[in-house]
C-alpha cells in the first residue's frame, strides 16, 4: 500500500522560509516523479516543484529562485524548502507521487496524492 507522509508547513510572515517533507513508502521510489502541487481557495490545483531519483526537477514558474526541492534516495523522501514566502503562496500543498517523467504536470488521476498540508504566510 502506497503511503505519502508528510511534515512541516504551518504558518510564517511574509519573507520567511518553511520547509515541507515527505516520505513515501509502498512502491518502487526510484522509478517515481514525486513532489508538491498546491491549491488555493477559489484557485485551481497547480504544481509547484516534483523531482525524480536522479535529480531532474520541474518548478512552477512562480517559484523558480524561492523554493528549492531535493530528495534523499536511502529515506524515500523528498524536500522543499521554501524561502521568500508571500502571502500568493498560501495554500494546501499536497505531497505526490506518479510514474511519469519529471518534466511536466499531471492530473489528480494520475498517481498517488497525499493529503494536503496548510501553508499560510501573512
Known amino acids: 500500500q502506497v503511503q505519502l507522509v508528510k511534515s512541516g508547513g504551518g504558518s510564517v510572515q511574509a519573507g520567511g522560509p518553511l520547509r515541507l517533507s515527505c516520505a513515501a513508502s509502498?512502491?518502487?521510489?526510484?522509478?517515481?516523479?514525486m513532489g508538491w502541487f498546491r491549491q488555493a481557495p477559489g484557485k485551481e490545483r497547480e504544481g509547484v516543484a516534483v523531482?525524480?531519483?536522479?535529480?531532474?526537477?520541474k518548478y512552477a514558474d512562480s517559484v523558480k529562485g524561492r523554493f528549492t526541492i531535493s530528495q534523499d534516495n536511502a529515506k524515500n523522501t523528498v524536500y522543499l524548502q521554501m524561502n521568500s514566502l508571500a502571502p500568493d503562496d498560501t495554500a494546501k500543498y499536497s505531497c505526490?507521487?506518479?510514474?511519469?517523467?519529471?518534466?511536466?504536470?499531471?492530473?489528480?488521476?494520475?498517481?498517488?496524492w497525499g493529503q494536503g498540508t496548510q501553508v499560510t504566510v501573512s
Open positions: 505526490v507521487a506518479a510514474n511519469v517523467v519529471c518534466d511536466r504536470w499531471w492530473g489528480p488521476e494520475i498517481g498517488y
Open positions: 509502498g512502491y518502487t521510489y526510484s522509478s517515481y516523479c
Open positions: 523531482i525524480d531519483s536522479d535529480g531532474l526537477a
